[in-house]
């Protein structure tokens, strides 16, 4: 009867030995891919936030130009055909145009 036993308790440790590494070999390959995927997703997320940073940085470095530089805010108001009080626009018909 010990014999038995013996063979039984072997037969049962090896039958779960054996389901724990199929369970493994079946669970660890898709969060393998699904860990590659969330790292990439994390990267794309990370050049984003760059890019914006760096949006934010011109736009504040901008903004500081308007409050210091006086030509700059001229300049600008210019580019988009703003005028002084009392001046005169004097706008010209290209020949492409016509």
Do not use: W, Y
């Amino acid at each position: 009867m010990n014999v038995l036993l013996k063979i039984i308790t072997r037969t049962t440790l090896v039958t779960a030995f054996l389901c724990v590494i199929v369970a493994g070999l079946v669970i660890i390959p898709p969060k393998l891919a699904q860990l590659r995927r969330l790292e990439q997703q994390r990267n794309e997320m990370l050049r984003r936030i760059d890019h914006k940073n760096n949006e934010i940085k011109v736009l504040k470095d901008k903004q500081q130009r308007f409050k210091a530089e006086p030509e700059f805010v001229e300049h600008i108001a210019r580019e988009n055909k703003r005028v002084r009080p009392g001046e005169l626009v004097f706008v010209f018909d290209s020949e492409d145009a016509k």
